[in-house]
C-alpha cells in the first residue's frame, strides 16, 4: 500500500511599488500567494497608498526603504504645503452677536 504524504501548504508575499509625482507617494501592491507542493494556488492583491511623512515602520522593508529615500524634509514641507487649508469661518455664532437663538 503506497502513503501519500499531505500537501505542503505555504504562503508568500510580492510588493509592487509605485511613485506617484509630483511628491512622491508610494503606492503599494501586496499579492498574498498559497503555493501548494511549490505550486501557485490562489494570489489575491491588496493595495494601500502612503503620502510623505506618513509613518511606514510597519510597512514592508522595500516601502520603508524608498520612503527614507525620497521623503527629505523638503519634500515632506512641499506636500504639507499643497494640501488645502481648513477654512475657519468669519461669521460670528450667534451667541457671540449677541442674537437669540429659538428652537
Known amino acids: 500500500m503506497e502513503e501519500h504524504a499531505a500537501p505542503l501548504i505555504t504562503e508568500g508575499h510580492e510588493y509592487k511599488l509605485e511613485i506617484i509625482p509630483p511628491y512622491s507617494t508610494i503606492q503599494c501592491r501586496r499579492a498574498d500567494i498559497i503555493y501548494r507542493n511549490g505550486k501557485e494556488i490562489a494570489r489575491s492583491y491588496h493595495r ?3 503620502s510623505p511623512g506618513d509613518d511606514v515602520s ?3 522593508a522595500e516601502v520603508q526603504a524608498v520612503a527614507s529615500a525620497l521623503w527629505t524634509s523638503g519634500v515632506v514641507s ?3 504645503a499643497s494640501l488645502p487649508q481648513e477654512e ?3 461669521m460670528p455664532s ?5 442674537e ?3 428652537g
Open 100 to 102: 437669540t437663538v429659538s
Open 48 to 50: 494601500h497608498v502612503r
Open 58 to 60: 510597519h510597512d514592508c
Open 88 to 90: 475657519t469661518s468669519t
Open 94 to 98: 450667534p451667541v457671540e452677536s449677541g
Open 78 to 80: 512641499a506636500y504639507e
